[in-house]
């Protein structure tokens, strides 16, 4: 079954104490994965595309990077501002024209001052 | 930049009541899609749309369906709203091929 997961459910972090979220993926042949940010009471925005192993993108304090199984978003010295949940999608293998995607559950992040 | 709006951000009906949700898009991208996202239980998909007129089921359609007139409209339609359809809904559109979804900033729903 084509699946996404996310861990851990809930990272709690000390402003400036760098740490990594997770995002495994079994879907077969991957045609991109997705990363988006979504504060409280709002839509997704989205972050990063990734589409094949080895690819690295950045912004700001975010880097996500992708392997053959897994993606991974490292978070450098981050700020109260970057408390959000997070959220991992893999385009749906089975609809290529339609652009569905599958979603995983979220990371919910906190960094305290 | 894209710009995905939606008709209201919080909205407050009754039970019975027939509900529109309007989702417009400025980007002319041909899909379209409708989720509800609950706690615990993430997004999910209700219904998209890959053109005008044109229109798939996701993963829990009953009690909802949907139009899509115009490209840049996508409306979502609670035949006879139930309090477990009280929730957040969020309206989303890509261009093929690249598939990024971009979403608007979503409706809370309440059911009484």
């Known amino acids: 079954e084509d699946q996404v997961t996310q861990s851990p459910e809930a990272l709690r972090l000390q402003e400036g104490e760098s740490s990594s979220l997770n995002c495994s993926y079994t879907?077969?042949?991957?045609?991109?994965l997705f990363w988006y940010r979504q504060d409280p009471g709002k839509g997704p925005e989205f972050l990063f595309t990734?589409?094949?192993a080895g690819e690295e993108k950045e912004k700001e304090r975010l880097k996500a990077t992708l392997t053959k199984k897994e993606s991974f978003l490292h978070i450098t010295a981050p700020k109260p501002e970057d408390s959000a949940t997070y959220l991992c999608a893999v385009q749906d293998p089975g609809s290529s024209n339609t652009g569905k995607l599958i979603f995983g559950q979220g990371t919910t992040l906190q960094v305290k001052p | 930049d894209v710009k995905v709006t939606q008709s209201s951000r919080y909205l407050v009906k009754r039970t019975g009541e027939k509900v529109f949700l309007e989702c417009v898009q400025d980007?002319?991208?041909?899909?379209m899609f409708w989720y509800r996202q609950d706690p615990g239980l993430g997004l999910r998909l209700i219904y998209f749309s890959y053109d005008v007129k044109m229109k798939e089921k996701g993963d829990i359609p009953e009690g909802y369906s949907v139009s899509r007139e115009k490209k840049e409209r996508f409306s979502l339609i609670l035949e006879s709203a139930s309090t477990n359809q009280t929730s957040m809904y969020l309206c989303?559109?890509?261009?093929?091929?690249?598939?990024?979804?971009?979403f608007g900033p979503g409706t809370r729903l309440l059911v009484l």
């Open positions: 980007m002319d991208h041909e899909n």
């Open positions: 990734l589409y094949s």
């Open positions: 989303a559109s890509s261009f093929p091929p690249q598939k990024t979804q971009y």
């Open positions: 879907v077969s042949g991957l045609r991109g």
